[in-house]
């Protein structure tokens, strides 16, 4: 069986780079995620949630530059790698995630070496497939559960007064999440929209 390979930015929302590895439509055995130096953490945050689920994370130390044909060879150097140690897996190019500079350098190269490409549309829950063209499109199912959310957004609840009364848990919560609100206000707005959106309210 062909193992899969996906390759994906990383940016202060990482929710568009887990759902597609998590979801059963699409083969996952392996992730790359391309980062600046900065970015070691989320990358350790992201391993300890996928590794137990089977998935393989490891990372691609991006150049510092905004130099498009500096960013476009570090691209290619990565994908020439994985072809060449793997040339009997399928690499797929996650385009949601990243810089827009970085995703269109990034897509360029995908293209130029035919990997499928797929964004993740957030507002329609669904995977859309950029190349080739005529695979169809899929709603993902809604694998991630609140727990995946706050560790993949380096969000900690430090403690609960009053356990088992639902009010004041989410008065604590609320408290907790204003005291923080620039912090976390990107990681809020996507748990708003999870929260919206999910059909699963097992959350």
Known sequence: MTRSCHICLLDDS?????????????PSDRVIFAIHAHQQGA?????????????????????GTLKTA??????HALVD????????EQLFFNASCGP???VLAAYEVAR??????????????????????EKTNAN???????????????????????EGLVEKNIRDLGTLWLSRASEIANA????????????????
């Open 81 to 88: 790698r994985e072809i060449s140690r793997n040339n009997d």
């Open 140 to 162: 993902l199912a809604d694998r991630l559960k609140l727990k995946d959310f706050f560790t993949a957004t380096d969000c900690h609840i430090k403690s609960i007064a009053n």
């Open 43 to 63: 990358v350790a945050r992201l391993k300890a949630m996928l590794a137990p689920r089977g998935i393989t994370v490891s990372s691609w130390l991006l150049p």
């Open 100 to 102: 827009r500079h970085h």
């Open 14 to 26: 990482p929710i568009t780079a887990l759902t597609p590895l998590l979801d059963p439509a699409i």
């Open 70 to 75: 500096e960013l476009i060879d570090s691209y």
């Open 188 to 203: 809020l707005g996507q748990l708003n929209w999870l929260a919206a959106s999910a059909r699963d309210r097992q959350l």
């Open 112 to 133: 130029a070496y035919q990997l499928h490409c797929y964004v993740i549309e957030p507002e329609l829950d669904e995977l859309c497939w950029l190349y080739p063209e």
